[in-house]
């Protein structure tokens, strides 16, 4: 089975752009989490979706935001990039049972993003 | 709410030697627990999880990590450090809907 898989690997972008990142999830999880890891803040949740449903979000501002399709890929968005928002993008995918699921989550490379 | 706490932020052992990484959790429900480790560049891999089957878990690459309810700890141990194993460890809980919680990670060097 292949793994979670994310693109792009890296992407550099300037303050005030926007920005689109991509995961795919393991064949047959339909629960899609997104996190952020940076070095002073560390590995922060950020949102997870089930059945193209928004279930839990983390403490961030509007600017993040994410979706989830049909056939369970998901795509997270941050608008008006900020220096801060420089970061490894993590994915992470489960079965996903619905309700209170404490499924292993599996985790894909991520996305180097670098705001200038 | 959940939380983790990981204690040392870097820990240095030698090859061969025994490693030792502290996690300890703060849950209001018997907690799902988890150890990741996350190699430079990369995501981060599974070592082991706890689900309140058993209290001692065997994870990959020889690692395991005991859950003691009484000091609600969850620490990761190998007998033997390979220089393989210089990695960041991540202790985690999980709670609804899929949201983790991680700890702060520990750096493991090893020193040959």
């Known amino acids: 089975k292949a793994g979670v898989t994310q693109t792009p690997r890296y992407l550099i972008k300037t303050r005030g752009q926007q920005v689109t990142l991509s995961c795919s999830p393991i064949?047959?999880?339909?629960?899609v989490s997104w996190y952020q890891q940076t070095p002073g803040q560390g590995l922060q949740f950020l949102f997870e979706y089930f059945s193209e449903t928004q279930r839990n979000k983390g403490n961030f501002p509007g600017r993040f935001s994410g979706r989830q399709f049909s056939n369970s890929r998901s795509e997270m968005n941050v608008s008006t990039l900020e220096l801060g928002d420089s970061a490894l993008y993590l994915c992470?995918?489960?079965?996903?049972?619905?309700?209170?699921?404490?499924?292993?989550?599996?985790f894909g490379p991520g996305t180097r993003l670098t705001v200038l | 709410a959940q939380s983790v706490t990981q204690l040392g932020s870097h820990v240095s052992v030698s090859e061969g030697a025994l490693v030792l990484l502290r996690c300890n959790y703060s849950?209001?429900?018997?907690?799902?627990l988890f150890w990741y480790v996350q190699y430079p560049n990369q995501g981060l891999q599974l070592l082991l999880k706890y689900t309140s089957a058993a209290t001692l878990v065997k994870g990959i690459n020889g690692f395991e990590a005991e859950f003691k309810k009484s000091e609600t700890s969850f620490h990761l141990t190998k007998p033997s450090a390979h220089m393989s194993d210089a990695a960041e460890y991540f202790c985690a809980v999980i709670g609804g809907y899929q949201k983790v919680t991680f700890g702060t990670g520990t750096k493991l060097q090893v020193i040959p």
């Open positions: 849950s209001s429900v018997p907690p799902y």
């Open positions: 064949s047959g999880h339909r629960s």
């Open positions: 992470a995918s489960s079965p996903g049972a619905g309700g209170h699921s404490t499924d292993t989550q599996y």
